[in-house]
C-alpha cells in the first residue's frame, strides 16, 4: 500500500471518529491539538484503523500513537513488514 | 456493521430533524462500541428520527435499571454481564477465586439477580426492555476443569435461567436468544481481555456490533408477515400427485420424505399463531382434494384458504390470494419448489418474498424452515390470531352474500351483528396498538406510535380510547377498530382511527361515529385526517358526509351524521 493510500484511508478513520474536525486539519491533528480526542475516542479511532487496514493494533501502543503522523508512520511501517 | 459505517450512521442520524428517539443502554461496563453500534442499529430502523442513546453509571447496572427513566425515554436495553452479579466474575477486581469462595460466589449471584429482576419488572410497566443475558465466557474461577460443568457454575447458571423466565413474564420485556447470538457471534471470539482491562469495554468489535444488534431488534422488532402462499407438489408433500396419484405422495421417515411432513408441521404452526396461508399449485383440483382427504397429513385442508389449483399461471393465483386477504404484497410470503415459478410471481409481485424449497438439501430445508419462523415470529400472541383464518373466509363468504343498495340493509338486518364498545380498556392490551400501527387502508393518518408515545397520549384527563369488537352469524371478527382522541367541550378531537379491513362493508365505521356521537354527548367529531399512499377506503368512507373526499382534517357534525348515515342493524353492547 503506498504512503498516499494509506494517507487517505486514515484520513476517512479521522473523519469518521472527529466528524466537526476540518479537512484542512486531519494531518496536523494529534491529542494536543483535537480536543475531542480523549480514552474513549483513542481507543475508538485505533478499532476504527483496524478495521479499515485489516490490521491489529496493540492497545499498549495507545500512548504513542497519539497523532495522525504517528499512526500514518505506524501503518506505513506495518504495510511495508507484510 | 463496520465500527465505522455505525459511526457514519449516527452522525448521519445527528444531523437529521426528525423527532428523538431517547433510549437508555443500561450495562455496567463502559458502553464505548456497544453504544455506537446499539444505536446505529436502532437510527438504520428509524431514519426519520433522532436516536439518542444514554447509559448509566459504570459498574452500577441495578442503580440505573431502579431510577426512573428520562422523560420521553423509549426504551431500555440492558446488556447484563457476569460481573454485573459479582464482581469476581470479571477481570477487573482482585477480590478471589477459588473453592473457598465458590458458594460465596453463586450466592451473591442469586442475591444480585433478585435485585435486577424487581427492577426490570417495576421499569417493564414504562417501557418496553430488552435483555442481552451474559453473553461473555465465565472466567476459570472454579476448581473444576474447564471442560467440567461444576456445582457452583451449575448454580449460577439455573439461577441466571430462572430470572430470564421470570422477567420474560413481564409484558414489556424481550431477551436476546443466546442460541442465536452465539451462531453470530462465536464464544471464543468475544472478550477483549485487553481492551477490558485498558478501557472497561469488554467486547470485540465485532461482540459489540452482534449484540447492539440484537438489542435494538428487539426494542424495534420488523412488522411479521401476514400470510404465506405455498406450492402443493414436492413441497407440501413428496411427488407430483398429478404424475403419482394421491397415495403415492409422501411426507414422512419410511418413504424419504420427511422434510415435506416437517414443512406441513411449520404450516400448521404458523396458522395457529394467525398466519393466513394460501395454496398455489397448478394441479387438478378434485386430486388435490383426495390428497387432503388422507389421514396422515399433518396439515389440514381447512388450514388453506384460498386453495387456488389450476393450470394458470401463478402469478394470476396469487393475485386473487392477494385480494382475497386483502393484504399487500410486501406482507407476504411465496414458497415454491420451482425456480421458474418463483420468478413469475416475483416479477408480477416485486414485493413478496420468494422462497425456494429445497427438495434435496436438508441443510437449506432447515434454513427454509427458520426463516419462515424468523419472517413470521411475534413475540406475543393475540386472541384475534386464533380466528383470523376463520375471519377471512368468513369475510370472503359476506363478500359473496352481501349487496350494495336496498339489498344490502336486508342482508345486513339478517347477519345478527353485534357491536361491542369497550371505553377506555387497558394499555396493556398488545391487540391495540398492534392495530394501530400494523393498519393501511381504514387509517384516519397513517401515524405510527411506539408503545411509549402511545401511553402519552392518554395522559390528559379528557383523553378517551375506544376499542370496538364485532360478531355476526358468519363468526367473530374480534377486535377490529380503535378509535382515540380528546374532548374540547362540544367538539370531539379524534387523532387516531384504524380498522381491520376485514371489518369493511358492514357499516362498523358509522356504528363507531354513532358510538362516540352518543357516548360522549358532542356536537362535532373533528378528524386529524391526512391523506396516506394507502387510507383511499378511508377518504372513501367520508365522501358522502363532506360531498367530496376529504383531503386534510376535517369534521362531522350531528347534524351531517343523522343525514347521510345509513340505517345501522347492529345490537351494540358495552364493556365496563
Redesign the interface.
Same mark, same amino acid.
Given at each position: 500500500m503506498s504512503e498516499v493510500t494509506i494517507k487517505e484511508k486514515l484520513t476517512n478513520c479521522f473523519r469518521a471518529v472527529f466528524p466537526t474536525l476540518p479537512e484542512a486539519s486531519i494531518p496536523g491533528a494529534s491529542v494536543a491539538t483535537v480536543a475531542a480526542w480523549d480514552s474513549i475516542a483513542a481507543i475508538t479511532l485505533l478499532h476504527v484503523v483496524e478495521e479499515e487496514f485489516q490490521t491489529e493494533v496493540d492497545l499498549d501502543r495507545l500512548a504513542e500513537l497519539n497523532s495522525f503522523e504517528s499512526l500514518a508512520a505506524f501503518l506505513s511501517a506495518r504495510t511495508t513488514q507484510f | 456493521m463496520?465500527?465505522?459505517e455505525a459511526?457514519?450512521t449516527l452522525?448521519e442520524g445527528e444531523s437529521s430533524r426528525g423527532t428523538a428517539f431517547p433510549v437508555l443502554l443500561a450495562c455496567g461496563f463502559?458502553p %464505548? /462500541?456497544l453504544e +455506537?453500534f446499539f444505536g446505529a442499529h436502532l437510527q438504520k430502523s428509524l431514519p426519520g428520527r433522532q436516536v439518542r442513546v444514554a447509559s448509566g453509571l459504570y459498574g452500577d447496572l441495578a442503580g440505573t435499571l431502579e431510577r426512573e427513566p428520562s422523560e420521553g425515554t423509549q426504551g431500555v436495553a440492558v446488556a447484563l454481564e457476569w460481573p454485573d452479579l459479582e464482581a469476581r466474575l470479571g477481570y477487573r477486581s482482585l477480590g478471589g477465586w477459588g473453592p473457598a469462595r465458590e458458594a460465596e460466589i453463586a450466592h451473591q449471584v442469586q442475591a444480585a439477580l433478585g435485585r435486577l429482576c424487581l427492577a426490570i419488572e417495576r421499569l417493564s410497566h414504562a417501557v418496553p426492555v430488552a435483555i442481552s443475558l451474559p453473553t461473555l465466557p465465565l472466567p476459570p474461577a472454579f476448581h473444576v476443569p474447564g471442560w467440567e460443568a461444576g456445582k457452583a457454575e451449575i448454580a449460577i447458571r439455573a439461577d441466571l435461567a430462572k430470572f430470564a423466565s421470570r422477567v420474560a413474564e413481564c409484558r414489556g420485556v424481550s431477551i436476546a436468544n443466546p442460541q442465536r447470538l452465539l451462531e453470530q457471534s462465536p464464544l471464543e471470539r468475544r472478550l477483549n481481555l485487553?481492551?477490558e482491562l %485498558? +478501557?472497561g /469495554?469488554p467486547y470485540s468489535?465485532p461482540h459489540a456490533n452482534a449484540v447492539g444488534a440484537v438489542l435494538a431488534r428487539l426494542l424495534l422488532p420488523a412488522a411479521p408477515k401476514k400470510g404465506l402462499i405455498t406450492d402443493l407438489d414436492d413441497t407440501v408433500w413428496g411427488g407430483i400427485v398429478g404424475e403419482v396419484g394421491p397415495e403415492a405422495v409422501a411426507w414422512d421417515l419410511d418413504n424419504h420424505a420427511q422434510l415435506h411432513g416437517l414443512y406441513q408441521q411449520t404450516l400448521a404452526a404458523l396458522v395457529g399463531q394467525g398466519v393466513l396461508l394460501a395454496a398455489a399449485s397448478k394441479n387438478n383440483s378434485d386430486t388435490v382434494e383426495e390428497v387432503f382427504r388422507r389421514e396422515d397429513i399433518r396439515l389440514a385442508r381447512d388450514k388453506i384458504f384460498p386453495m387456488e389449483v389450476h393450470w394458470g399461471p401463478k402469478s394470476e393465483s396469487v393475485g386473487r390470494i392477494l385480494e382475497t386477504w386483502n393484504v399487500g404484497a410486501d406482507g407476504v410470503v411465496f414458497i415454491d419448489d420451482s425456480p421458474m415459478e418463483l420468478a413469475e410471481v416475483k416479477a408480477a409481485w416485486p414485493g413478496i418474498d420468494c422462497l425456494l424449497f429445497p427438495r434435496n438439501d436438508h441443510a437449506a430445508a432447515l434454513a427454509l424452515f427458520r426463516t419462515v419462523r424468523d419472517l413470521f415470529g411475534k413475540r406475543r400472541l393475540a386472541d384475534e390470531d386464533g380466528f383470523r383464518l376463520a375471519s377471512i373466509r368468513a369475510a370472503a363468504d359476506f363478500a359473496q352474500v352481501s349487496h350494495q343498495g336496498p339489498q344490502q340493509d336486508m342482508f345486513l338486518s339478517q347477519a345478527g351483528a353485534v357491536l361491542t364498545a369497550q371505553f377506555n380498556p387497558p394499555l396493556t392490551d398488545s391487540r391495540i396498538l398492534e392495530l394501530v400501527n400494523k393498519t393501511n387502508q381504514f387509517n384516519l393518518n397513517g401515524v405510527r406510535h411506539t408503545e411509549v408515545e402511545w401511553r402519552r397520549c392518554f395522559d390528559s384527563e379528557s383523553s378517551f380510547l375506544l376499542l370496538v369488537y364485532y360478531e355476526d352469524k358468519y363468526g367473530p371478527l374480534g377486535k377490529i377498530a380503535v378509535l382515540a382522541g380528546q374532548r374540547e367541550d362540544h367538539t370531539l378531537r379524534v387523532h387516531t382511527w384504524v380498522m381491520s379491513c376485514r371489518a369493511f362493508s358492514r357499516r362498523i365505521e358509522h356504528g363507531c361515529m354513532d358510538l362516540l356521537f352518543s357516548h360522549f354527548d358532542v356536537d362535532e367529531l373533528r378528524f386529524d385526517f391526512a391523506t396516506t399512499p394507502k387510507n383511499g377506503p378511508f377518504r372513501a368512507c367520508f365522501a358522502p358526509f363532506l360531498g367530496v373526499a376529504p383531503e386534510g382534517p376535517f369534521s362531522v357534525t350531528l347534524t351531517q351524521f343523522e343525514e347521510h348515515c345509513p340505517r345501522l342493524h347492529f345490537k351494540v353492547e358495552t364493556i365496563v
Open positions: - | 463496520k465500527l465505522t459511526l457514519q452522525r463502559t %464505548l /462500541h +455506537t485487553q481492551a %485498558l +478501557t /469495554h468489535v
